[in-house]
């Protein structure tokens, strides 16, 4: 099943408030700017009213309702588009609030109404018309493309923006948000952006402070200088406040006042008189885990955060920096953090843990993500740049004539074209292919694609796996949920709830009569399905470690190969997760277990789980070494069941056995050895195949992941491991991969 709406950032959502709902509200005017509890959406519309609403990311997010009459530069609707508005030549000369005030009455008259409209425009947003269609734009993009002079004059109009900008404006309005994580393409702008949004908030605010982090202090401080005071000196004098010190400072912009709206009742004041101490101040701090740490920060830009290197650590630095944006229980200031990804090894992961922390639709029960952010994603072939057109729109695939562009050139090749025939001329340079996905990626797993290097297993199989599972639909493979006992009652049967927070995912649920088979034999229970598949499963004894943390438990369903209702040699469950108890943990894997009716190879070094098991009357379901006759097994493994992790002999054979199942069941097939040829494998649970692409065995505790998923495969596979009778030992041997090139090769 492919994507349905690839081409799609976001959906307009249907019905989502009753008609009379809404139609009531929008006449009162009453809808409140923020998080609306009730409807679970957030307004950002500064007029009571809401129109559209959007669905970014999972975040739902409700415009303002669209005027009768939109500016237009054009009446014909191919003609119409963001045209920006240069400032009237009789206020250029003006150059501050002081000029302002020395003009005469008539003067002030004649422009009022414009320095109204334009504060008005930056606090409400515009609506214009483009290509036919009434477009919105937030207040702080219409600053961006009006007044926020940047390296190519002002910027040009995308849709991908304006998604950014709603999308923004909704961490800025949802008082559970500490604001945003994007995760962008080269040159997408965001620097630019978030320049813009430090002038835009600081130049308004009152007693604040504005901070700015980036990769490096050298590359803070060049933003500050390149960017934020560039576009600071270039506002119009209405916006821009009286300030201390120089025009050009290198680290900090003081703000005397900030700059006052203008308006027909004040128009004529005059009283300097209150110009007097600081009130707002805009600066860039050196590159540190403790960066503005004590500070109170109204806004925090932080770019690049995907490449603080060692020692420095981003998600260190931004659980310090996370404190500097609330007082108590209450968000007083939000971050705009974004960044191009590094390898994984090279800054790249944490970034990644703290985008996979912001998913809006995880939430603890205070209504927040774990990192309090909101991840933003937008794929590569929506803002290449040469790829957009006059109205601000992606041209994503060749078309049939050219099409002429936001920059007065013809585009004559699509985005995806030119993207693909990029990948086609770096097939062979593994490490330049996996750069090229990383600075401009279609999926999140291409930006996070780490550096080649050898790797234990073939990656060319496991990334043309992973790219295939992002070009599904990942609801219609995948189920998100819990396992119960019926009524409550232990030991009775286990139901499978769909469950957004759940910690399992399931692939395939077994038809009614293929559920909870067992056999009690002497008073001990044995698995019903034992010949349909096994679990695999990587557990831990202590519920907590000091200061929180410590590894995931880990638990993979794999079938073998069968005669019966269900898909063979597949991964049908994933679960990698650490709650709150070790308890909740054991009884999650025993549940499942029950479920599907299947026996379990568990880790016995750490043997808390195998007695869960054992006590409860479920040790025919915990699976002996097979490496082993039962003869040479000792007193404990007897009574449990389970394998050592520390034997020499396990762990080449683990590897060995995910080595093998990935050459035969993972990505493609070319030459159909084992699958029919060009056919894809349906191994659907990335977060494995990722920590299959890192695993490193001389440094097993981290892959919690790779050690539950190949003990599936040995459980599928036990027969394989049965020693001779003169042989205790397992000698199997498996490849090292070399990938250099975009095929991984067999290292001789």
């Not at 209450?330 to 922390?357: H, R």
């Amino acid at each position: 099943m492919q994507k349905e709406e690839q081409d799609s950032i976001y959906r307009v959502v249907q019905d989502y408030i009753p008609n009379t709902v809404r139609a009531t509200k929008n006449k009162a005017k009453s809808w409140v700017y923020g998080y609306d509890e009730k409807y679970d959406f957030i307004v950002i519309s500064k007029d009571g009213t809401v129109g559209d609403i959007l669905d970014i990311q999972g975040l739902k997010i409700g415009l303002p309702l669209a005027p009768r009459l939109c500016p237009q530069r054009h009446k014909k609707p191919e003609e119409q588009y963001w045209e920006r508005m240069p400032i009237p030549k009789e206020l250029s000369r003006i150059q501050s609030i002081f000029q302002w005030n020395e003009k005469p009455s008539q003067f002030k008259d004649r422009w009022v109404d414009y320095i109204e409209e334009e504060f008005d425009y930056r606090e409400r947003g515009y609506w214009f018309m483009n290509n036919g269609n009434p477009t919105y734009i937030t207040g702080s993009h219409y600053m961006y493309l009006q007044w926020a002079s940047i390296d190519v004059g002002y910027p040009d109009y995308r849709e991908a923006n304006r998604i950014y900008w709603i999308f923004w404006e909704a961490c800025r309005a949802d008082e559970r948000s500490f604001g945003m994580v994007y995760l962008k393409i080269r040159r997408s702008g965001f620097s630019f952006m978030s320049s813009s949004e430090c002038i835009n908030i600081g130049t308004l605010a009152r007693d604040a402070r504005i901070g700015i982090l980036s990769k490096t202090g050298g590359d803070a401080k060049k933003m500050f200088t390149d960017k934020v005071v560039p576009i600071n000196v270039r506002l119009p004098f209405f916006f821009r406040p009286v300030m201390d010190g120089m025009d050009k400072p290198k680290t900090e912009l003081a703000f005397r006042v900030p700059a006052s709206k203008i308006t027909k009742k004040n128009m004529y004041e005059t009283d300097d008189s209150d110009i007097e101490g600081l009130d707002t101040s805009i600066d860039w701090k050196n590159t540190d885990d403790n960066s503005y740490d004590g500070e109170k920060l109204l806004f925090l830009a932080h770019d690049e955060s995907a490449k603080w290197l060692k020692p420095n650590n981003i998600k260190d630095n931004w659980r310090v920096t996370k404190t500097c944006l609330r007082l108590g229980m209450k968000i007083i200031g939000k971050c705009m953090m974004g960044s191009t990804s590094n390898a994984l090894s090279k800054g790249g992961q944490n970034y990644k843990d703290i985008y996979e922390d912001s998913n809006v639709s995880q939430r603890n029960k205070n209504g927040q993500t774990k990192s309090g952010l909101y991840g933003l994603f937008i794929p590569m072939e929506w803002n290449m740049e040469g790829f957009i057109d006059r109205y601000g729109m992606p041209v994503f695939n060749t078309p049939e004539a050219p099409v002429l562009g936001v920059d007065g050139r013809l585009i004559k090749s699509g985005a995806v074209d030119y993207w693909n025939n990029e990948v086609e001329s770096l097939k062979n340079d593994a490490d330049a292919l996996n750069e090229f996905y990383r600075q401009f990626p279609r999926t999140e797993s291409h930006a996070f694609r780490d550096e080649s290097k050898q790797s234990l297993f073939n990656l060319t199989k496991i990334y043309q796996q992973i790219d295939y599972n992002d070009s599904l639909i990942k609801e219609h493979h995948v189920t998100r949920g819990s396992f119960s006992w019926k009524n409550g009652i232990k030991d009775t049967e286990v139901m499978f709830s769909p469950n957004n927070s759940g910690r399992f995912f399931i692939s395939w649920n077994p038809k009614q009569h293929m559920q909870n088979r067992m056999v009690t034999k002497n008073g001990v229970k044995y698995p019903g399905n034992d010949h349909l598949g096994a679990f695999g499963c990587d557990s831990y004894d202590i519920s907590g470690v000091v200061g929180g943390g410590g590894s995931n438990g880990a638990l993979h369903g794999l079938t073998t190969y069968h005669m019966d209702e269900a898909p063979v040699n597949t991964f049908f469950l994933e679960y990698i997760a650490r709650p709150q108890t070790a308890e909740i943990f054991y009884e999650d894997v025993l549940m499942a277990c029950v479920f599907y009716g299947m026996p379990i190879l568990i880790e016995n070094n750490k043997p808390r789980l195998l007695y869960h098991f054992k006590n409860r009357g479920y040790r025919g379901f915990c699976m002996n070494r097979p490496d082993k006759q039962y003869n040479n097994l000792s007193k404990t493994e007897r009574e449990l069941g389970g394998i050592p992790n520390s034997s020499e002999d396990v762990k080449q054979a683990h590897a060995s056995a995910i080595e093998s199942y990935i050459e035969k069941y993972i990505g493609m097939d070319m030459d159909g050895t084992y699958r029919d040829a060009g056919d894809m494998g349906d191994m659907i649970f990335i977060r494995t195949l990722e920590d299959w692409a890192k695993f490193d065995i001389s440094d097993r505790t981290k892959h919690d992941a790779s050690i539950s998923s190949g003990l599936a495969i040995m459980a599928t596979q036990k027969n394989l491991y049965l020693p001779e009778k003169k042989q205790s030992k397992i000698k199997i041997n498996f490849a090292r991969y070399s990938n250099k090139g975009t095929l991984s090769e067999i290292i001789r």
